[in-house]
């Protein structure tokens, strides 16, 4: 019997593994006869945006495993839509028709892997442990998928390396689940069937049989890596001036090591699960710049995502309750090291590093000894241990230790800041999760008393499906915490929020309905507080089209504060509301809309005066070929206050993706921000990459800043090159 016939021989029962030692080459054809000899995974049901039915055409999935790598192979057939394959970059696969594959390697029902790949192999990679999803997690695989006249197929390698399992001995049983995306008709099946949202996917898994991984870890990697960057800025007399790299220069060594950068990160994999990550000299910097924020009524600093490869090895074995670790804080390490992993049923993670530019104290009183001026100057040696034991069933016991110290160049410690906390997840019935947190830390200039304070939060959670949806928690932090390592902006307040939503699937044209209410409340110590009472209604039609309004009102009461004699100065009191809406849809593969726009009365944090506040925004995207995009986002603030002043801004952001194949692209920004409270800016680059795999690499880029302040006058410059390889020997 040929293979092509066995491919399309239909076979129901659990998923399995086929061990192979004929070589696989990874071209999306299926040709080889190993694949005619496994055993295919062919049924699959709806889950998303409604319960029940399978999807069109056929679906077979298939496993094959060797010394080096376990694959997979897929063959869609029978399509009666057009299918969306596109030549995107890495990550970028949530438009198109995909195939998603979730291993629980520890069949422990909590964490595990979620692998995205396009009809033509483009990747996603996620990490999913109790309570988090990390999307900034990357690992090595290979992938190609091919369109046909019906469908596609597709060829993926998962080298062993990549992932961590428990020690080998014998045969192991993972957990599985398989998930087929067709954009087209706004529809998600699975295998095995599992309910949309629930707080525990694992629970819902398979079995994949007869796993035979590598007996060693990850072994030896190394990632050296060299960043070249060039910079140019406007000095005093307004000329714009390249740093100097005459060897004549007085700052001649200092600009080199500014402008050359070599690094190497190196990880050894003691065992299948646990291993060590090190850094040297680490380059940390960013091919992708962060973007540009507004807020005419900004009260806390932004939030920026963690990009850098060092941070992300391992992050879901940091990750708690408490958000103990904002690695951004960190701003320029010397080095960094870390140890992660998972043994029997404690999960494990250790991180020290050295900034020598640590960042200041978000929080709005500030913190001893870690302002801006204090910590300029100075060194920062950070170190975490964060320890997860399971329990409770698919629950857990994590506790954090936390000591972040300032010292400056002659050694001597300025600021020191050391906590510790624990927190737990109680599994509660099919949906319902129990979460409690306790939180304390010390933090001072050296020499003087340490402010102390500490957080204590208890929330209980069904999480949304069909069905009802509800959550409630209390959280309350005393005056004097601080969390130097993480971003804690506000203490000495108490929050309070209750909210419940229900999805309905009336049928029809509709597909679910969600109408939820939502109560909020925080009380400081000083006396300020804020109440609000908030409504909305989610609606899903065809699968593609999701339309959300909502509307609410609540009151702040802001300015609690003692004059010269120590009387209570009248604080300022608003009582606001707000409507708005939104809607998103994948119109077809060409075009993609997401307008959203909020009205309502607010308190301007900055004058404690009523305003009336509106946000308008669109997001399109042009997809005119498979491998360009086009996204383009226009955004519009206003701010009219109490006492006749209007402030107003708005941004422009259009990029340019063109993916010449699936390692080698182009990307471009141009974006303008204006307001008549803030500097009229242009920002424009050019991104050159070649991308093997996450750590082997190649970015060449352009950025350029031109303020308009009476004339166009650019403010700086740079040019990078920044390359990296990944070895395993």
Do not use: C
């Not at 399992?165 to 699975?190: C, D, M, N, V």
């Not at 009365?601 to 305003?611: G, H, K, N, Q």
């Not at 925004?617 to 996204?631: K, Q």
């Amino acid at each position: 019997m040929s293979a092509l016939l066995l491919l399309h021989l239909a076979h129901a029962g659990p998923a399995t593994v086929t061990s192979t030692e004929e070589p696989i080459s990874i071209d999306g054809r299926l040709d080889e006869e190993a694949w005619a000899h496994a055993t295919p995974v062919t049924e699959f049901t709806r889950f998303i945006p409604t319960d029940g039915g399978p999807p069109p055409g056929r679906t077979e999935v298939r496993f094959l495993q060797d010394a080096k790598n376990l694959y997979l192979g897929v063959r869609v057939t029978g399509a009666d839509y057009d299918v969306r394959a596109r030549i995107s970059r890495r990550e970028d696969v949530n438009a198109d028709d995909q195939i998603g594959l979730y291993l629980d390697t520890f069949q422990d029902q909590r964490t595990g892997y979620m692998l995205y790949f396009n009809a033509r192999g483009i990747q996603q990679d996620l990490r999913i442990g109790p309570g988090f999803t990390s999307m900034a997690w990357d690992t090595v695989m290979r992938s190609k998928g091919l369109a046909t006249d019906d469908g596609y197929t597709l060829e993926v390698a998962i080298p062993w390396r990549s992932i961590k399992y428990p020690r080998p001995e014998g045969e192991q049983t993972w957990g599985l689940i398989l998930t087929r995306k067709i954009p087209a008709k706004g529809a998600k099946y699975s295998y095995p069937s599992i309910q949309r949202g629930h707080p525990r996917l694992f629970t819902q898994a398979g079995e994949l049989r007869g796993v035979q991984p590598a007996p060693r870890g990850s072994g030896v990697e190394l990632i050296p890596s060299l960043t070249l960057v060039q910079q140019a800025s406007r000095d005093p007399d307004g000329d714009l001036s390249w740093v100097p790299l005459d060897t004549s220069h007085p700052d001649a060594r200092r600009n080199w090591l500014q402008v050359v950068r070599p690094s190497l990160d190196g990880r050894f994999g003691i065992t299948p699960n646990t291993g060590i990550a090190a850094t040297i000299n680490p380059d940390f910097s960013q091919v992708d710049q962060d973007p540009t924020f507004i807020d005419l009524n900004q009260r806390w600093a932004f939030y920026l995502p963690e990009r850098r490869p060092f941070f992300l090895d391992g992050i879901d074995n940091f990750a708690d309750q408490h958000q103990t670790l904002y690695t951004r804080s960190i701003v320029d390490p010397v080095y960094g090291l870390k140890v992660s992993g998972r043994e029997g049923p404690i999960t494990l993670g250790v991180l020290n590093a050295l900034d020598r530019a640590p960042m200041g104290t978000v929080h709005e009183r500030g913190a001893p000894g870690f302002s801006e001026e204090e910590v300029e100057g100075t060194f920062a040696l950070t170190d975490l241990a964060r320890i997860r034991i399971d329990a409770f069933g698919e629950g857990y016991v994590g506790l954090t230790f936390v000591d972040k110290r300032l010292f400056d160049p002659q050694g001597k410690t300025t600021a020191t800041h050391t906590g510790g906390g624990a927190d737990l997840r109680v599994p509660l019935g099919e949906r319902w999760n129990l979460d409690g947190r306790s939180f304390q830390a010390w933090t001072g200039r050296t020499g003087e008393r340490r402010m102390w304070g500490q957080e204590l939060g208890i929330g209980v959670h069904r999480a949304p499906g069909i069905g009802l949806g509800m959550h409630a928690s209390l959280t309350d932090i005393t005056p004097g915490l601080r969390r130097e390592t993480g971003f804690l902006n506000q203490s000495g307040i108490s929050y309070a929020d209750l909210g419940a939503s229900y999805t309905f699937e009336p049928g029809g044209a509709i597909d679910t309905l969600t109408p939820g209410v939502a109560l909020a409340g925080r009380l400081e110590r000083n006396g300020e507080n804020q109440q609000d009472v908030r409504l909305s209604q989610g609606m899903t039609l065809g699968g593609i089209h999701h339309f959300s309004v909502h509307g609410g009102f609540g009151r702040v009461v802001e300015g609690w504060e003692e004059d010269a004699a120590g009387q209570i100065l009248d604080p300022a009191s608003v009582a606001g509301f707000n409507v708005g809406g939104s809607y998103r849809s994948e119109l077809s593969r060409l075009l993609a809309l997401r307008p959203t726009f909020t009205y309502g009365r607010v308190m301007d944090f900055s004058r404690l005066i009523p305003a009336d506040a509106l946000l308008a925004a669109v997001e399109l995207t042009l997809r005119p070929t498979p491998g360009v995009r086009f996204d383009t986002l226009l955004r519009a603030d206003q701010l009219a206050r109490a006492d006749g002043t209007t402030g107003r801004a708005g941004i422009v952001r259009h990029w340019t993706t063109w993916q010449l194949t699936q390692a080698l692209g182009v990307r471009s920004l141009a974006e303008f921000s204006a307001g008549n409270e803030r500097d009229n800016l242009l920002v424009t680059s050019i991104l050159l990459t070649w991308l093997h795999d996450p750590w082997t690499s190649v970015h060449l880029g352009w950025v350029e800043r031109t303020a308009f302040i009476g004339s166009a006058h650019t403010l700086d410059r740079s040019i990078f090159l920044k390359a990296s390889v990944l070895i395993r020997p």
